[in-house]
């Protein structure tokens, strides 16, 4: 059966990277199309379905950080960012906003394809895999990429809701970052990378909104994190 190829929207004022990066995403199978400032890269996605955006952080007028926030409030469409070389700042800003993954520039093109494979491949991986995951009042479903606390929903974005689900699949073991790096971003972890620990971070913050503190992400010093159940003691 003919599957349809995935469609991305690449949003950067830079006319000459948006024209290689498409023409090289249409190349390998992706239908790739770009806007060149964040307006007019937010009226394609109110009228047209994409699978996934690159975004670029630095761009006169409306940001991409502008961009992300706007997104982000309608919804979790996977967002990889395009940051400045060496420029740590723009990448923990565009995390905690809710960006997936970020590439910095210049950005060789077959990097930014194995990003965007990682972020696509992971989200069909879940859909396959269908059995609803409860760590105590905790429930993820990896069919829908949903989470449930106490009946009410977490709302995750898409590298938000691997992390979970990879850490309630492990509930109560250790995970190495190593290779949380591996099977949530697809990718080793760099010199002083931190994208997984505002990820983390920011699960946390969702799941204790929800659920308070019987179900944590623990860190586990020199190895990774662990989900764990803590029930509450009876008054």
Do not use: W
């Not at 093109?109 to 609803?132: D, G, H, K, Y």
């Not at 691997?162 to 790096?181: C, F, H, M, N, T």
């Not at 997984?196 to 308070?212: E, T």
Request: hydrophobic share 40%; glycine share 8%.
């Amino acid at each position: 059966m003919h599957t349809a190829p995935k469609r991305i929207l690449i949003i950067d004022d830079d006319g000459a990277l948006t024209d290689l990066l498409t023409d090289y995403l249409n190349m390998e199978g992706f239908s790739a199309t770009s806007a060149n400032n964040g307006p007019d890269g937010l009226k394609r996605l109110e009228d047209e379905t994409f699978d996934l955006v690159v975004l670029d952080v630095m761009m006169p007028g409306m940001s991409g950080v502008e961009v992300l926030k706007e997104i982000r409030a309608k919804g979790q469409l996977p967002v990889l960012m395009l940051t400045a070389k060496g420029d740590p700042i723009d990448r923990i800003v565009g995390l905690e906003l809710g960006a997936d993954d970020y590439v910095p520039k210049p950005c060789p093109p077959r990097e930014l394809l194995a990003r965007i494979n990682a972020i696509l491949r992971r989200t069909a991986q879940s859909e396959s895999s269908v059995a609803p995951i409860t760590v105590g009042d905790l429930v993820v479903k990896p069919s829908s990429r949903t989470a449930m606390g106490l009946g009410k929903p977490i709302e995750l974005t898409s590298t938000e809701f691997s992390l979970l689900e990879l850490l309630a699949r492990q509930a109560g073991k250790p995970v190495p970052k190593d290779e949380i790096y591996a099977k949530v971003l697809g990718r080793q972890m760099g010199p002083y990378d931190r994208a997984i620990d505002v990820h983390v971070s920011a699960v946390r913050h969702k799941i204790a909104a929800v659920l308070g503190k019987t179900v944590l992400i623990e860190s586990i010093r020199g190895v990774g994190y662990q989900l764990v159940h803590r029930p509450e003691e009876p008054a």
